[in-house]
C-alpha cells in the first residue's frame, strides 16, 4: 500500500502558496505591531527539499524513526511541518484534502503526541469514504489505540491492515502487537498463534507462558527450558524465564514432589535475582519459597528486599503479615495487613487474613468489617463462605466477648474503609519491617502448631451434635434444621481455614496459588527492564497474592524496538474522549461510541423486556414474514420455537400453518404466544439503531402486512390449524416439496420438524448408545469436562457471578467408557432423587424465598462429561447408521445434487460427514454459528430431550459485540449467553425444546446454543442448499474469517470451481456471485504466473489427484488456490500432503524465493474453458 505521500506534497506546494501569498498583508499589520519576525514562526513555509524528504514519511517508521538523538533534524522537520499544515488547515477552515490529515496524523504519531495524532486520524476517517483502503492509515491508527490501551479497537485496525496489504512492512510488528493484545484478553489460542509467526528470544518466553497459563505445564517447562538454552540471551529475558519457571515449580503439584519442587524453584529464583538483583518480584517468590520450608528469617530477609525493589506491594505486606501471624506477633501482622489494604483496597486475601487474626483475637465486631470488605472486592473467591461465616459471628457475639481472646492479646480496633486516597506512605513506606521473633528453622513446625486456635472452632461437645443432628435429618424441626444449617456452615468455615493455615506451612495457602494456582508475572512497581509492563488500570498489583490469568497476562509485555512508552503502557491520565476511543476505566476495552473500526448499524424492528416495565416503544408485536406466508401440509408439522421465559407479549399469525408455540423473544416474531394478554392490541412497531458488522442485514419488517386491530374472526381463524398437532404424519409429508422451501426461507432462522423419526420409520436404535457400544466400543470420543448447571444461566466456578465465558476441560475416551460414565451418571441421578423423597417433609413444599431458592438452584456447580465430535463418516464401521439416513427427504440429506458441501470433492469432519453426541444432562454445545454459515440438521435420538436457543443471523453482529465486551473471541471462543443482556438489548431469542426423533433444521446463519435436559444422543451435520442467500453468507464468512485471522472450513475458491464444472445454475443472482469469484481467482493466477515468468521462476505441474482436499497456507492459514509454494526441500521428500505457503508468507520467508517451487495444480487453459462453458441455464435445467 502506498504511502499518501504524492498527493501531499501537492497539498504542501499549495500551503506554500497560499501562505506566500497572505503572508503580505499579515506581515504589514505585524510590522505596525513591531512582531514581522514571528510570522515565519508561526506560519513556516516548507522548501521543495523539506517537501521531498515528507513523501516517504508515514506511520511505518514509527519506532523505527530516531528522534532523540541523531534523528534531531528529522524531529525539527516534523515539528515545521505540523506547524505548516496547522497552519493551513485553519486558513482553509478545514476544507483541504482528506490526505493533508492523514500526513498530519503521521507526523504527531512519529513525534508521540498520541493525542493530536488521533484527532488528526479522526478527520480523516469522516472524510474520506474509502479510508479502509490506506494500510498506512490502518497502522497508525492501530499504534494510537495500542498506546492508549484501547485494545478491542487496536485489534480491529491491525487486522484490516493485514487483510488489505498481507506483505506490508510491519507485519511482523502488527503480529506481536496482536499476541500481546490477545493475551492481555485472555484470547490465549489467538495469542499461540500469531506470537508464532515472529518468533524472536522475547515472543519465545511469551509463548511459554501462554502454555503455563493453559494448565499445560509440561509444555510451559519445555518450553522455558529450551528458551534458557539460546545462546547470548537477553540478561531481562533470561530472568523472567527463570522467574517464572521457578515459581511455576513451587505452585504445580505435577511437576514432581514438593522436595525437589521446592529445591529447584529456590534454585531458578537465584539465578533469575543474579540476571537481574532489582526485580522485587523475583525476591517476593523466593520469599514464599523460603516461608513453605520453614526458613522464616531467609523468607523474611527476601520480602524486604522485595519491598526494597518494588516499594508498594500488597501481596508482600499480607505475606509479611501471614508470617508474623504464625510467628504468634499479632501487632506486627496487623500492621503488615493495614499497609496491605492500604496498598490495595481491593486485596480480597488481606481483608480475611486480617479478619481471621481478629477472630483470634476474639473482637468478632471488626472481624465482621474485615470480611465484608473482603467480599466487596472483585477478587474474592469464597463469598458465600464468608456469609455464612458472618452471619455465625453475628448470631455468637456475646459468646466471643465472653470467652476471651484466644491469644491473649487484644487488638486495635478496625477503624474502618482505609482508601487508596490515602496517604501511602503512611504505615507502608514509614514502618520498617522488622523481623519476625527470632527463631530457629528447626522449630518452625513446633512455632506454627502452638498458633492460636480460633475460638469459633467447633469443640468436640458442637461436633458429636453436629453427627446427631445429620443422622436424624429426616426428623428433624425447622428450629433444629436451622441449628443444623449453623454448625455446618461454621464446620466449613472451619475446614476452610484449617486448609489456609495448612497451605501456609507447605506454601501454597488458596489465597496465595490464586484461582488457579498459576504462576504469577506480577510486575515490580519500580522494574523498568523491557519485559516489565506498566500498570494497566485494572492491573493492579495485590489483587491476590499469586495473580489470576488475566493479571498474569498484563505483565512482562516486551517493548518492540520502538520507544518505551509506545509499548502497552496505561493510557495518560486527561486522555480526551473521543469518537473512536473514551479512557479506559477498569480494563483494556476501549468504551466507543462510533469510530473508524466501529461497525455498521442496521435497523430493527424486534423489541423484548418487560411489557410492566419497558419503555412504549418496546411493546411491539411483530410477525415475521415466513410465518405469516401460505404453505401446504407439512408446514403445520413445524414448531418454530416456544416463549422464552421472560416472553409476556402477544404476537400474532395469519399464516394458516403457525402452530401456537411459534414466539420469539416475547415479541411475536412469528406467532401467539400462550400466556398472551390481549391479542387484540398490538402497538405500531418502533425501529430502533443496533450495531452490527458488516454483512449483517436489517431484520425484516412486517408490520404493513398485519392489521394492528384484527376482529375476532380473523385472530381465530388466524390461530387455527387445519391439521390439528404439529407432526408428520407420513412419508408423503416428509417429501412435501413446501417443507423444504419453509426450511430454507431466510425468515425462518429455526424450524422443528416433528415426530420425523416416526413419519420416514428411521430406526434411531442404531444410534442408541447400547448399540454404539456393540458396534465400535474403541471409537475415539472428544470429551468436554463442563459445569452443570440451569440452560438459562451461566455462572462462574464460585455460583456468584453471570458470565458470558463458558470454559470447558478437553479430553479423549472411547465410546465404551463414555457409555459407562452416561449409565453411572442415570444411576446416582435416580439414587439422589430416591434420596430427596424420603428426606422430604411437609414443611418442604412451603415456598421458599426467591433468594434461597436461587442459592439452592445454583450451587455447589457439579461437574458433567459431555461427549462430543465423535466421527461416524467411516461407512466400514458405520455401514447401518449411515445407510439409514438415505430414508431422509433430500433436501436434509447428507450427500445430495442440491448440498453444496457435496461438491467440494473431499472430506470435511463434521460438515459433509455426520458426527454424533452423547450428553448427559447439562451437557453443553456453547454459542456459535456453523463453520461459513452452512445450514445445519440434528436430530435428537434420544431419550432425553434437549433444549435449543437461536438468534437470527442478521444479529450476529450483535452477540459478536457482546462476546467483545466480554473479551471472549466470537468465532473461536467458548461463550453462553446472558439472556438479560439479550432481552435489554432487543435481540429476539428462539427458545424450545426438541424431543426424540425430531429434526431441527438451523438456517443459514443462525447463531445458536445448546443445552441437554435430559440423557440422550444427537446426530448431526451440515448441509448448503443451493440458493444465492447461502452462497453469499458462505462468502462473506469467508472474508471475514480473513480478516478475523481465523481459517476458514469450507475452501470458497475451490467449492466455487466445482460448481461451475459440476451444476447448472439458472438462478441469475447466483451465477453472477460464481462467475464474479471464478473471476478474481482466474485474474490472480494470471498475476503471479507473470509475476513469476518476470522473475525467472518456473512453476511445476502436478494435476489434482482425486479426493485430495483444498490446500491451506501453513503459515496463516488461508486457502491457497492452484498455486502452492512449497518449500525445495520438503517437495523432493515426495510427501502425500505439501506443507504449503500462500505467496505473501513464503516472500516474508524469501523475498526472492529462492527455497521455493512453485506447483501449479491447473492448467491455465483447463480453468479458461471452465470459465468460459459456465453460463446462465434455463430456469427448467436448474438442480436445484
Known sequence: MQSCGVSLAVAACAAARSLGSASGGDEEKKMAAGKASETEEDFPTLTAQERDSLVGIDSS?????????DGARTKALLLKAVRSYDSLILKAEGKVEPELFCQLGHFNLL???????????QRYYSLQSDYWKNAAFLYGLGMV????????????????VLYIDPSFSRAKEIHLRLGLMFKVNTD??????????????????HIAHLYEIQKRYRAAKEAYESLLQTENLPAQVKASTLQQLGWMHHTVEQLGDRANKDSYAIQCLQKSLEADPNSGQSWYFLGRCYSSIGKVQDAFVSYRQSIDKSEASADTWCSIGVLYQQQNQPMDALQAYICAVQLDHGHAAAWMDLGTLYESCSQPHDAIKCYINAMRSKACSNATALTQRIKCLQACKPQHSSEGGGSGQALPPHVGPMGQGEDQSSPAKRRRASSPAKSQPDSWASNSAQQPVPNWYLSPQKLQLLDQLRSNRANLKPLQLQMLEQLEAQLNLMQQHQQQVHGLQKGSAPHWAGPNGDGSLSSSGGSTHPLSHPQTPHNQVGHSATPSPRQQALNHLPSPPSPPHSATSGGAPGTPATKESTPLGNGPTATATKGPGEMTTANSTAAGGDPTTSAPHKKINNIHPAVSSAASSPISAMSTATPSPKSTEPGQSTGPHAGPSTVVNGNGKGGISEDSQSPLKADPPATCRRPTPPHARTPPSSSSSVSIYPSSTDVL???RLDWGDPLLENKRDAFFPPLHQFCTNPSNPVTVIRGLAGALKLDLGLFSTKTLVEANPDHLVECRTQLSQPADENWDLSGTKKMWRCESGRAHTTIAKYAQYQAASFQESLREENEKKALKEPSDTEPASAESAARKRRGPLKHIKFGTNIDV?????????????????AFARVVSAGNLLSHVGHTILGMNTVQLYMKVPGSRIPGHQEHNNFCSVNINIGPGDCEWFAVPEPYWGVMSNFCEKNNINFLMGSWWPNLEDLYEADVPVYRFIQRPGDLVWLNTGTVHWVQAIGWCNNIAWNVGPLSAHQYKLAVERYEWNKLQSVKSHVPMVHLSWNMARNIKVSDHKLF???KYCLLRTLKQCQSVKEALAAAGKETVLQSRNRDEPAHYCTICEVEVFNLLFVRSELLSRKQKQYVVHCQDCARKGSAELDNFVVVEKHRMDDLMQVYDQFTLAPLHSSSS
Not at 111 to 121: C, P, Q
Not at 188 to 205: D, G, M, R, W
Request: a positive charge; one cysteine or more.
Open 61 to 69: 517508521l514509527f519506532g523505527f524513526q530516531r528522534l532523540h538523538e
Open 111 to 121: 513525534l508521540e503526541d498520541y493525542a493530536k495524532a488521533l484527532s488528526a486520524y
Open 145 to 160: 489505540y495500542f498506546h492508549y490501551n484501547a485494545f478491542q479497537w487496536a485489534i480491529k485496525a491491525f487486522q484490516e
Open 188 to 205: 490465549y489460542e489467538s495469542s499461540l498463534k500469531v506470537l508464532c509467526l515472529p518468533l524472536s528470544s522475547t515472543i519465545q518466553f
Open 717 to 719: 381463524k388466524a390461530c
Open 873 to 889: 463418516s467411516d461407512e466400514r464401521k458405520w455401514k447401518l447408521q449411515l445407510q439409514e439416513l438415505s430414508k431422509l427427504p
Open 1072 to 1074: 453472477q456471485m460464481i
